[in-house]
């Protein structure tokens, strides 16, 4: 009986995914008619009272990311009398997440967070997130101008529900004092394979001790899953598909998942729980990272080091990632409003070039990328134009990663298995497979109840 | 062996002895030296092989620059705050309840003991969740207005105690009867017995479980962790692992100042009071 | 658990002076004695009841649901969460990580502390210098403490690898091997805790009454036979305390694993504590995190029953 009727609901609810994927393109035309339809009054409102609305906004950006991003918000506001942004940094993506989830349980929730690409769709199935048309509409925000990719990654039923900010693609950074001295061109490898056969080339030993690793693999905890989400794809596997049939097991996937372990059983490569310290201190000669420590890295790396596309294999695989603004549902309409203000302010074209630059995240703005100012600054930063040229090659990430409740844990968990213990790889895509199905069932009874 | 006097020989254990005893306490000191001389280095020296074991030049401003990149004076502040408080209500309900325990008389007791000592196989960390929901939904049904990230959520769930009660009435058990029958005789009431009488005579066991409270307090952190929500609100044991866990390059010299912030109280506490931790924890150890 | 020494041996003051009393002035006295217990024992009562014994039940209650910790919707589903837990191969390897990892931490607590303790009971000078020293950790931040053995474990730069290096090892890479890591996050436990245990131990060697070393010699009992024919029988009351101690506490180690491996890698160093947290806080499955957090409640309760009745018989009250 209860069998049965996870059977029907599932594939209710893989409809309802489905239809939700193609309403994007309705959702991105829908609001173009809406954009200057609805006279929105509330702004005016706020206006005439004279007093200033407070916006508590929750952030996962530390570091220098996050000095930058508190510039943003001094920026704001000071630039306007009607809102201040009440700015507090509460840790990595999935802690920001954790705490919003725990504070609507406790009623204290946040006006605007920030929510990774994998977060956000959690809030949205539970009817935590503003929709956002009419702001936009009473914005006047011009959505031509977004990346169209970005932007309708944020809607669902014709509706705009997260507008991204801090988005990124992996990257692939190397060291190229030790690519020289292994005699390598000055590139990425194209390849998979090509990459096997350099790998070797890279490492120094100390007697048995490795002193320099070719390469090293993020922890669970850092998003594996991310990266290997375009190794799976470049492999012409994949982690699902659009329908949330999980595809892990299928021989292309799992293909991915041997070149994986191969890479630690010939001895190139290693799990690392920090990487990027690794890295920077001459551990590794190369690492995959996100577009968003290009800044950071470029401060505190002592060498010059490039930054190229993932390989490709029988296809390129590269995904988006990173994180986008949601409003809280749970804020009232006035909260909403101004909230949406900073959120029109930090992905305006001027906001968009300065965050970008100083961090490395791509540009939302169409505007942004193109202007003359962005222009000159590739021109002398070439590793931030290969992010965005990457951009074309990339896609979003499968929904069992990204809209399945702890996808990226596990399914991290499950490559760490083969980065840290050298497992068999089928067995534990299988494994892997067989959680994600199980887990993806309440989300699946959820997104049918929302979207109905 | 018997070509060694038994004064040579007593001279050879003791020299073992000592140099034992030189062993232990370099391997136990070995890892605070090790934050000390990390805290004075620049990034460049903390990733030179080997390691100097002095840094060659001292750099102070690690404390500075540590100190300026996160509000560690507010973090102080709540630590001071929540440690004080949460310290003083802990060790009141912990002697009212030791003494109701030890000398009131009521049905069923040993239940209620018994019932208290459970609490003490209760992990905290399972109590974090419903305790999280309770000061935001269930405060703000009752009195409108939540209390996630206050001080008195920080300290509350803290302010009941179970291993302080159970110190402190065994150390009250062992107190001589007469001096409290002669009280009893002369009519003092109970309040009176306790303050007069009860409490200067177990002032060890007071002064060691209120050290222990304190230190137990200061070094909470999963609770802190999940109840505040703002960087004002933060505690030192909290703000340090955020400190540390900022993605992007780990500037260890920065990240020992940090942790020299939190630990520099305790150890000045303990150099001073040590004895009483000490002697105090294996009185109640011992008689327990 | 420990009151076993305590209850029956000293009767309480109040019980002496009713049997004393007239009956009906002992009952007067027996009403406010009453009042004033209910009246001491109420904040305590309290607040144990609020934040202690109702999320004990509410997590009773939250095991039997499943809830993602966001949707407004428990779902009932009576024991999944425990069917759950028995067929998941993540749990199967945190319980044996949980015994591995109690099992070495309050193994080697114990038996260092013991070591120390012996030493320390030496007539030395600086003992009680030594005895601070070895105490200290004990008192510091977990939280602290991991964040700077990170530090020490750094398989290049850190203090471990040049301690290994006099002795011509290769450092291994602590926290980045699975094999390595939990021995990791068990030095970091034993160093911060093994200064309790020989305080402890060392006082419990202080209490140990001359004479019965004496009446031994006299017997003609070398060193070794005196050790085990006094010394350790004597200590049992204190072996036994500890042991109830430290089990709880490596049951509770969380700061540590938190800040240092993050149950990882490969979920190498998750123990049970860690589970609860990571189940609750990370991947947000409220019911399992509670159906786990009760396993670990009874898991306690059963070590604690076991040692009282396996020690009972054997434990010397000295």
Same mark, same amino acid.
């Given at each position: 009986m209860e069998e049965g009727h996870h059977a029907m609901s599932n594939r209710l609810n893989r409809r309802s995914l489905i239809k939700g994927a193609a309403g994007t393109a309705v959702g991105a035309a829908a609001l173009g008619v809406s954009k200057r339809s609805k006279a929105f009054a509330a702004p005016t409102v706020i206006q005439e009272t004279g007093s200033q609305v407070k916006v508590v906004f929750w952030s996962a950006f530390g570091g220098k990311n996050g000095e930058v991003e508190q510039e943003l918000i001094r920026r704001f506001n000071e630039s306007q009398q009607d809102v201040v942004v009440e700015y507090q940094f509460q840790g990595t993506y999935e802690e920001t997440a954790q705490k919003v989830i725990a504070a609507l349980q406790a009623r204290q929730a946040p006006d605007l967070a920030v929510l990774s690409e994998a977060n956000w769709f959690r809030f949205y199935a539970n009817n935590y997130l503003a929709a956002m048309d009419e702001l936009i509409a009473a914005e006047e925000?011009?959505? %031509?101008?977004?990346?169209e990719s970005f932007l309708t990654e944020g809607q669902r039923q014709d509706q705009q529900w997260w507008m991204s900010f801090a988005r990124s693609t992996p990257l692939f950074y190397y060291n190229k004092q030790m690519w020289a001295e292994a005699g390598l061109p000055d590139r990425g490898p194209e390849t998979y394979t090509e990459f096997a056969e350099w790998g070797p080339k890279l490492v120094k030993k100390n007697g048995n001790d490795v002193s320099q690793w070719g390469f090293l693999h993020a922890p669970a905890t850092d998003y594996i899953s991310w990266y290997h989400q375009g190794t799976v794809w470049a492999f012409d596997g994949a982690y699902s598909d659009e329908e949330f049939n999980v595809r892990l097991a299928e021989p292309n996937s799992v293909k991915s998942g041997e070149w994986l372990r191969s890479t630690v059983d010939a001895g190139w490569a290693t799990a690392s729980q920090d990487r990027t310290t690794d890295f920077i201190n001459g551990i590794s000669a190369s690492m995959m990272q996100s577009t968003g420590q290009l800044a950071n890295l470029k401060a505190n790396a002592p060498f010059e080091f490039g930054a190229a596309f993932l390989p490709s294999e029988v296809n390129p695989g590269c995904p988006t990632g990173g994180a986008g603004m949601g409003i809280l549902s749970t804020s009232p309409a006035e909260k909403q409003q101004a909230a949406f203000k900073y959120i029109a302010f930090a992905t305006s074209p001027e906001i968009t070039t300065f965050w970008s630059q100083n961090t490395g995240y791509m540009p939302v703005r169409k505007s942004a990328s193109e202007s003359p100012e962005m222009q000159t600054f590739y021109e002398t930063n070439p590793n931030f134009r290969t992010a965005v040229e990457q951009l074309a090659t990339t896609k979003p990430q499968d929904p069992a990663r990204r809209f399945v409740p702890a996808g990226d844990s596990i399914i991290g968990k499950g490559l760490e298995e083969l980065t840290?213990?050298? %497992?068999?790889v089928q067995p534990t895509f299988e494994k892997i497979k067989g959680t994600l199905e199980e887990e993806a069932k309440p989300i699946l009874e959820q997104v049918e109840a929302i979207e109905g | 062996m018997d070509s060694l006097s038994m004064q040579d020989r007593r001279r050879l254990t003791r020299s073992v002895g000592y140099l034992a005893m030189a062993l232990i306490v370099l391997v136990i000191g070995l890892p605070v030296w090790w934050m000390f001389s990390g805290s004075l280095k620049t990034s460049q020296e903390i990733y030179t092989f080997p390691p100097d074991w002095i840094p060659r030049n001292p750099r102070w401003s690690n404390f500075t620059d540590a100190w300026q990149s996160a509000p560690f004076g507010r973090f102080y502040f709540n630590s001071i705050v929540t440690t004080v408080l949460g310290s003083a209500l802990e060790i009141t309900n912990a002697t009212l309840s030791a003494y109701a325990l030890a000398y009131l008389r009521f049905p069923f007791k040993n239940v209620i003991f018994a019932l208290l000592l459970a609490a003490m196989m209760i992990p905290s960390q399972v109590t974090v969740l419903p305790n999280y929901v309770f000061f935001g939904a269930t405060v703000f049904d009752l009195i409108g207005e939540s209390w996630v990230n206050t001080y008195q959520a920080i300290i509350l769930p803290g302010a009941s105690v179970a291993f302080g009660t159970f110190l402190m009435r065994q150390s009250f058990l062992g107190l001589p009867r007469e001096v409290l029958d002669a009280a009893k005789v002369d009519g003092a009431g109970h309040l009176r017995t306790l303050w007069d009488i009860v409490l200067p005579m177990a002032r060890p066991v007071l002064v060691t479980f209120g050290l222990i409270s304190v230190v137990a307090k200061w070094n909470d952190y999963l609770w802190p962790l999940v109840i505040t929500q703002t960087e004002n609100m933060r505690t030192l044991t909290v703000g340090i692992s955020s400190f540390y866990d900022l993605e992007g390059n780990t500037q260890w010299g920065l990240v020992m100042a940090a942790t020299i912030f939190v630990i520099f109280p305790l150890l000045v506490v303990f150099v001073f009071a040590q004895r009483f931790i000490i002697e105090g924890l294996t009185a109640g150890a011992t008689k327990g | 658990m420990v009151s076993t020494t305590g209850e029956g041996a000293v009767p309480s003051y109040g019980g002496r002076t009713g049997e004393q009393s007239s009956s009906r002035r002992t009952r007067t006295e027996a009403r406010r004695e009453g009042i004033l217990f209910v009246l001491f024992m109420l904040p305590n009562a309290v607040l144990f009841g609020l934040f202690t014994y109702w999320p004990m039940i509410e997590n009773v209650r939250l095991s039997t649901q499943r809830w993602d910790?966001?949707?407004p919707i428990r779902l009932g589903i009576g024991l999944e969460n425990y069917r759950y837990l028995l067929r998941d191969g993540t749990f199967h390897r945190v319980l044996l990580n949980t015994g591995y990892f109690t099992v070495a931490a309050v193994g080697f607590s114990l038996l260092l502390g013991l070591v120390v303790a012996l030493l320390l009971n030496q007539p030395l000078r600086f003992r009680d210098g030594a005895r601070a020293v070895v105490f200290a950790p004990t008192l510091l931040s977990g939280a602290a403490i991991g964040i700077v053995w990170s530090y020490i474990f &750094? /398989?290049?730069?850190?203090l471990l690898a040049q301690v290994l290096g006099w002795v011509g090892i290769g450092s291994p890479d602590w926290l980045n091997r699975p094999e390595w890591s939990m021995p990791a996050i068990i030095i970091v436990y034993v160093w911060k805790n093994l200064g309790f245990a020989a305080v402890i131990f060392l006082a419990g060697l202080q209490a140990i009454p001359r004479d019965l070393y004496d009446a031994a010699k006299v017997d003609g009992a070398n060193p070794w036979w005196r050790f085990r024919s006094v010394t350790l029988p004597m200590l049992s009351p204190i072996t036994f305390f500890l042991l109830v101690t430290s089990i709880l506490n490596t049951f509770q180690a969380f700061d540590i694993i938190r800040v240092m491996t993050q149950g990882g /890698?490969? &979920?190498? *160093?998750? *123990?049970l504590i860690y589970y609860v947290y990571e189940q609750g806080f990370v991947a947000l499955n409220a019911g399992r995190s509670a159906a786990a957090s009760l396993v670990l409640f009874v898991l306690m309760m059963i070590v604690t029953l076991v040692q009282l009745r396996f020690t009972e018989d054997r434990v010397h009250y000295g």
């Open positions: 925000l011009d959505t %031509a101008d977004y990346v840290v213990n050298r %497992a068999e | - | 910790m966001i949707s &750094d /398989p290049r730069y850190g /890698p490969a &979920d190498a *160093t998750n *123990t």
